[in-house]
């Protein structure tokens, strides 16, 4: 049988994915706002930019209730381009306008889950209701009570339902998984990994990235862009065997190789973010 380019082409398109979610360092100005003064506003902008034109990418965080449209609009005429609202007064507007909600400091963005993963660990949690339900009953009984089965499953089963819908629980009952790659990562290449640690045993070369959403390890020579807790997590750590990167990043708190304090270049480092003081560098063979 011969299948023409049309049948070939069709056959092609229905074995690609309509589309996959990646990560990706991107750098974004975010700016707060303490006043709906539109005309406050548009003076301060006056003074702050050199031009209409720079296209900067910025996130709205506002402390008073704002016309968010409006506001929208005169960024845009200064030339910023609003992308999102930090959640807060203006969340109802943002969907509205169907702006981005990010999380305020501290917290992370929750994980896309898949649905036939979430859905396999509802059914597991209500699979097991009933043999909790029983110990709960042979407990009591072994104290002399006299326990209802059936109220006590009608009890548990909206409870462990309602704990179970969180993306935190399932990511829980998903278990964190780390990620081991061995290959050198070179320049251009950006690897993300989103559900644990990600360990590199091999280098990571000028111009690459790795990102991950929990600690972060290499055990090569360190550079490029290195993101831990890329989802808010501040208790994420980054551990390096060599460690000269051109960006460290820890929970969206990052530091350029510039501004890295001398004495941790070239050495065994750990990064992590302490509240007050943002990135902390260690210098592991001194610690």
């Not at 909600?101 to 917290?107: R, S």
């Not at 209500?126 to 109220?151: C, F, I, L, R």
């Not at 959403?213 to 490029?224: E, K, S």
């Not at 990167?245 to 004495?263: F, K």
Request: hydrophobic share 40%.
């Amino acid at each position: 049988m011969t299948i023409s380019n049309n049948d070939q082409h069709a056959l092609a398109s229905a074995n690609t994915p309509a589309l996959a979610f990646y990560g990706k360092m991107l750098t974004f100005s975010r700016v707060q706002f303490s006043t709906a003064d539109f005309t406050a506003i548009a003076s301060q902008l006056e003074t702050t930019l050199s031009n209409k034109n720079s296209n900067i990418p910025v996130l709205i965080d506002s402390e008073v209730e704002q016309d968010l449209s409006a506001l929208v609009e005169l960024l845009w005429s200064w030339g910023l381009q609003p992308i999102g609202v930090v959640t807060g007064l203006l969340d109802a507007q943002a969907r509205e306008l169907r702006l981005a909600i990010f999380p305020a400091d501290g917290k992370r963005i929750e994980r896309i889950l898949p649905s036939k993963k979430a859905t396999t660990q509802l059914s597991q949690v209500a699979a097991t209701v009933p043999n909790n339900s029983a110990d709960s009953t042979t407990t009591a009984d072994n104290t002399g009570s006299t326990v209802d089965n059936q109220a006590v499953a009608a009890s548990a089963i909206p409870e462990v339902a309602e704990t179970t819908l969180t993306a935190e629980t399932l990511i829980s009952a998903e278990q964190i998984t780390s990620l081991i790659y061995d290959q050198m990562l070179r320049s251009g290449q950006s690897l993300n990994h989103v559900g644990g640690d990600l360990i590199l045993t091999n280098s990571v070369n000028s111009g690459a990235e790795a990102i991950t959403d929990n600690n972060l390890h290499v055990y090569g020579r360190a550079q490029g862009r290195l993101v831990a807790g890329a989802t808010g997590d501040k208790d994420a750590r980054i551990f390096c065997q060599v460690f000269n990167p051109s960006l460290v990043s820890v929970a969206g708190t990052y530091c350029l190789r510039d501004n890295l304090p001398e004495h941790v270049i070239d050495k065994s480092v750990e990064v992590r973010y302490l509240e007050g003081q943002g990135l902390v560098f260690t210098v592991m063979d001194d610690a």
